[in-house]
């Protein structure tokens, strides 16, 4: 998929690139919720659809929605939100690339012309 140095990739590869990079997003999304719900499960013993919503919550940025009773449920809450943070972060900027690289590679074409 690469084009001859000065060119804008067509628009049909950079779609299937920011496909892939979209699916690089969803991967990310899914192995950090499956961490969460795993914790959420081992530590403070909710069941799947309690951890699920917990983990859920706070991978979107919104919080817990159960009272943790342990201190080991309440270290793992912690964490995975400082986790969780930096993820969708990291998924946000993975989503991002394809679309920003082109939008650079744009304008310097467009710098290139003037010159």
């Not at 919720?33 to 706070?58: K, P, Q, R």
């Amino acid at each position: 998929m690469r084009t001859p140095r000065g060119r804008l990739l067509p628009r049909r590869d950079f779609l299937r690139r920011q496909v892939r990079f979209l699916l690089v997003a969803v991967a990310l999304v899914s192995v950090a919720l499956a961490i969460g719900v795993a914790g959420y499960m081992g530590y403070a013993g909710l069941g799947f659809t309690d951890a699920f919503l917990n983990a859920s919550m706070i991978l979107g940025g919104m919080g817990p929605v159960d009272p943790l009773s342990t201190n080991a449920a309440k270290w793992f809450a912690s964490f995975y939100a400082l986790f969780s943070g930096i993820i969708m972060l990291g998924t946000v900027a993975v989503m991002l690339t394809p679309l920003l690289h082109r939008i650079l590679h744009a304008f310097h074409l467009d710098e290139d012309e003037r010159e």
